[in-house]
């Protein structure tokens, strides 16, 4: 039995374009896989501390190797029970929308938090390492406008910084193995949209029965 987590990125629930292909991704998912467990993380529901002085002492007592205090081992026992659930995972999939051409803050907030040496990630006179046990994601994208094709309002070079920003991500923490699907041309009006989302939605299936 595999476990898989789903980080779920949108506030907008049942209006999202993310969520909606995300859904038809779990549910082609669980038909095939119908024994493992699906755990959902809504980063809008989760209590995201401050990354303040505490965290940042704690951050760099463990580089240095030396004792945290009590105060510095509440923020980090804070940190290591919110990378608990990736830590856990065996697969992971992601609702992204676009937000201000990168991803909502709400997302990088956590992601800041996590991504830790000791937690997501190691380095040493090696070099980095990613710490995941997961080795799989699948990441839906959603946004308004079209970043694919050779458009001179939103050419994919200069605007998206949605995708790499998670592609570099997943690798950094050692997740290679990343399928991706993206729904766009969300206000492009209401047939376009449904037409994005349907066209997304197949896609999403296809990869989830071989997920």
Not at 9 to 30: M, N, Q, T, W
Not at 48 to 73: M, R
Not at 86 to 110: E, S
Not at 137 to 160: H, K, M, N, T
């Amino acid at each position: 039995m595999a476990r898989v987590l789903y980080v779920e990125a949108s506030p907008r629930k049942d209006r999202s374009a993310s969520i909606e292909v995300c859904e038809a991704f779990i549910a082609s998912y669980l038909e095939a896989n119908p024994d493992d467990d699906l755990e959902k993380l809504d980063v809008w529901s989760l209590d995201l501390p401050q990354f303040g002085q505490s965290a940042l002492d704690a951050k760099y007592a463990g580089i240095a190797g030396v004792s945290l205090t009590d105060e510095q081992q509440v923020a980090w026992d804070a940190i290591r029970q919110l990378a608990a659930p990736f830590l856990n995972a065996d697969k992971l999939l992601f609702g992204v929308p676009m937000w201000n051409f990168a991803i909502p803050y709400r997302l990088k907030h956590l992601i800041d938090l996590i991504t830790q040496k000791d937690v997501l990630f190691t380095f040493d006179e090696r070099g980095l390492g990613g710490l995941m046990k997961a080795r799989k994601a699948a990441v839906v994208y959603a946004r308004g406008l079209d970043y694919f094709s050779d458009s001179s309002i939103s050419p994919q070079e200069v605007y998206d910084l949605q995708r790499p920003y998670m592609q570099l991500w997943l690798r950094f923490i050692g997740v290679g193995n990343v399928s991706e699907v993206v729904v766009e041309k969300t206000l492009f009006g209401v047939e376009v949209d449904a037409a994005g989302r349907a066209e997304a939605k197949t896609q999403a299936r296809a990869i989830a029965e071989n997920f």
